[in-house]
C-alpha cells in the first residue's frame, strides 16, 4: 500500500458544536416501524433457533422492510464485542462465554427454513480467541453449503488483527461468494471512531483476500455523516481500488445513543448520487451509496448485479 498524507478530515465550522447538539433528522433520513406478518414470521425463525441479528443488536433503520421479505444477517459469536467502537451500538467488554460450536448448524437450518438466495454472516469481535473466531466463520460457511446448498454466502468479518498467522485463510479456504470488511470511516477518523483497528491493515486483509483467491468478490463500505470531508472519501475510494475492492456501500451514519459519536451531518441525497457516480468512475463493479444503505441492505439484488457485471467486464454476458 501507498503511503497517504491524510488531510484534515473534518469540516472545520461543525468539528466542535460548544453544546454538542445534534442536526435535526431530515425527512429522506425517515423509516416505518416493522409492523407484517413477513416481519413477525423472520424474527420467530431467529428465537426458534436462538440466533442473534446484527439488524436487532446494531439498530438498523432498514430491519423493518428487511425482515417483512424474509432477509436478516445474522451475528455469530455471541453478542458481546471485544472492541469499543464509538459509532456502533453492541455491547463491549469481556464476552462471558466460549465459542457455541453447535452455532454453526442452527444458523444452517434458519438459513433453510427460511428459504434465503443470499444470506451474509457477520460477527462481534472476539479478539479473546486465538484465530479471532475465524475457524467458527468457516464452519458456519461448511454447515450453510450443506444445509442449503443454492444459497450464496457473504461474510461480513472482524480485521483478525489480533489473530494468530493463518486465520484469514482458514476463512477463505471455506470460500464464501462475498467476502466483505468494513473500513467503516476515512483514517483521519479512527483514533476516536474505530480505535481498536488500524486503516491499512484493513485494506491489506482485503487485498490479501483477493490475492489468496482473485475469483472471490470483495466488498468494504464506510459511513458519511462523522466529520469526513469529500475529498477524504473520494481517497478511500482509490485506496480501496488499490486493493481490487469489487463492492463499495456508503450509508448515513446514525447516533444510537447519546454516548456515541455524535453526527456531524446529513449527508443529502444529492450528494451521495455524487459518490456513486465517482465510485463507479473509478471502477467499483458495484456500488451502493444512499442515505439508508447498509453493509447488508439489499445484499442479495446487489450479488447478482455484482456478478453480472463481472460478466460484462470479461465479456462473457
Not at 479478539?127 to 442449503?148: L, N, Q, W, Y
Not at 485494506?203 to 472471490?216: G, N, Y
Request: proline share 7%.
Amino acid at each position: 500500500m501507498r503511503d497517504l498524507k491524510i488531510p484534515d478530515q473534518r469540516h472545520p465550522e461543525k468539528a466542535h458544536r460548544p453544546d454538542n447538539a445534534q442536526p435535526k433528522k431530515p425527512d429522506w433520513i425517515r423509516v416505518k416501524a416493522p409492523v407484517s406478518a413477513g416481519y413477525k414470521e423472520t424474527r420467530d425463525i431467529m428465537r426458534e433457533h436462538k440466533l442473534t441479528t446484527v439488524c436487532e443488536e446494531a439498530g438498523c433503520p432498514n430491519v423493518g422492510e428487511c425482515w417483512s421479505q424474509g432477509h436478516a444477517t445474522m451475528m455469530i459469536m455471541g453478542e458481546v464485542c471485544t472492541r469499543a467502537c464509538s459509532f456502533c451500538n453492541i455491547a463491549t467488554g469481556k464476552p462471558p462465554e466460549a465459542l457455541d460450536v453447535f452455532e454453526p448448524g442452527r444458523v444452517a437450518d434458519a438459513v433453510a427454513k427460511l428459504g434465503l438466495n443470499h444470506v451474509v454472516i457477520t460477527s462481534v469481535d472476539r479478539d479473546d480467541v486465538e484465530d479471532g473466531g475465524a475457524e467458527h466463520f468457516a464452519m458456519t460457511i461448511r454447515a450453510i453449503r450443506k444445509r442449503a446448498p443454492d444459497t450464496t454466502i457473504e461474510i461480513l468479518t472482524p480485521d483478525f488483527l489480533k489473530s494468530k498467522p493463518g486465520s484469514l485463510e482458514v476463512v477463505v479456504d471455506a470460500r464464501p461468494d462475498v467476502f466483505n470488511h468494513n473500513l467503516e470511516t476515512v483514517p483521519g477518523l479512527y483514533p476516536e471512531v474505530r480505535p481498536g483497528a488500524r486503516y491499512f491493515h484493513s485494506l491489506r486483509l482485503l487485498q490479501r483476500v483477493k490475492e489468496m483467491d482473485p475469483s472471490m468478490f470483495t466488498k468494504s463500505g464506510i459511513m458519511v455523516g462523522l466529520g469526513e470531508d469529500r475529498q477524504a472519501v473520494l481517497q478511500v475510494m482509490d485506496d480501496m481500488r488499490a486493493a481490487d475492492i469489487d463492492f463499495l456501500t456508503i450509508g448515513q451514519y446514525l447516533q444510537p445513543t447519546p454516548k456515541h459519536h455524535r453526527v456531524d451531518r446529513f449527508v443529502t441525497p444529492e450528494e451521495f448520487a455524487g459518490y456513486e457516480k465517482a465510485a463507479f468512475g473509478k471502477g467499483f463493479l458495484m456500488v451502493s451509496a444512499t442515505p439508508l444503505t447498509r453493509s447488508s441492505y439489499h445484499a442479495g439484488d446487489d450479488f447478482a448485479r455484482l456478478r453480472d457485471a463481472r460478466q460484462r467486464k470479461l465479456g462473457l454476458a
